[in-house]
């Protein structure tokens, strides 16, 4: 969505669009805004509790069932099994994303891989695509001011018109740019705590075998699933780069991720976010 300063100021229920790599500051600028006027979207939570909450538990029960104990329990129907997902905790998500690899290491089979993969490209499309009705229940049911659509990292990789046109419709997108000391920030982060990533095929793939030609790999299941995250984070991170650039030059606008690191408050992202508009007006 396109407008100016005025026009932003003047907005009575200001719905915005945040993109960016996970770890730019997105879920910690939400935290910022006071919850009693901005309805926090989490695209992770959506998915995660909506779109592949049965596959996640799907997930936990096989690796349940592993265990002698806990499936004589599940069998009888002694014990049920639920994921605890909330906006502050994803990590049954990405615990189902999952990493290629070693099974002795918790890795998965490229061709497992790949499905859950899809099930979670999907799962984000339809995420997004629920942002229009989250608005007006937000407002109407809740009574919240203002919504922030506080999107997963990997939402460049959509390419999917019908709900990039739903994010233009009803939000302001606005593109959280890290800079060269925030992108090795990241890098570093990744290398300390690799975690599972979606990687869309026609970059999986040939990173893939460069990794395993490289590295003397034979087959992708004797890969070490973390030693292969930490190699491709970079690579995806320079990929996701003019994506991500590509989406704001088209439905929104660049934000400094600095900058809005330095937000202290409401008021001070609404003069932030004015100020923007002035300049790429």
């Known amino acids: 969505m396109r407008m100016t300063a005025q026009q932003f100021r003047d907005w009575p229920h200001k719905a915005i669009t945040l993109l960016g790599m996970s770890g730019v500051g997105k879920t910690t600028l939400a935290n910022k805004l006071p919850k009693s ?10 998915i995660g509790t909506k779109y592949l909450a049965e596959p ?9 069932m592993e265990v002698d104990f806990l499936s004589d329990l599940l069998r009888s129907d002694s014990i049920y099994i639920a994921s605890n997902i909330t906006v502050h905790n994803l990590e049954p ?3 189902f994303l999952g990493k290629i690899g070693r099974a002795d290491q918790g890795g998965l089979s490229v061709s497992e891989f790949k499905n859950r993969q899809r099930l ?4 984000e499309t339809g995420a997004m695509k629920d942002v229009a009705a989250f608005i007006h229940k937000a407002n109407d049911i809740y009574g919240y001011d ?7 990292g990997s939402l460049c990789e959509l390419d999917d018109p019908e709900a990039l046109q739903i994010l233009e419709d009803h939000t302001l997108l606005l593109y959280l740019r890290a800079d ?6 990241l890098i570093q982060r990744a290398i300390d705590d690799p975690k599972p990533m979606y990687y869309p095929d026609a970059f999986l793939d040939p990173h893939l075998e460069t990794y395993m030609r ?3 790999i034979a087959d992708p299941d004797e890969i070490v699933p973390n030693d292969f995250v930490r190699w491709v984070f970079p690579q995806l991170l320079a990929y996701r780069r003019p ?3 590509a989406l704001a030059d088209t439905y929104g606008y660049t934000v400094d991720a600095r900058a809005v690191e330095a937000i202290k408050d409401e008021a001070e992202f609404i003069e932030m976010v004015a100020g923007l508009l002035n300049q790429q007006q």
């Open 37 to 46: 006027h901005w309805f926090h979207y989490s695209g992770d939570y959506r």
């Open 56 to 64: 996640i538990l799907d997930n936990i029960k096989k690796k349940a």
């Open 93 to 95: 998500v990405s615990t």
């Open 120 to 123: 979670h490209k999907e799962a």
């Open 146 to 152: 203002h919504f922030l659509n506080d999107a997963g």
């Open 180 to 185: 060269e000391a925030m992108e090795k920030t």
């Open 214 to 216: 490289d590295n003397d």
């Open 243 to 245: 994506k991500y650039q």
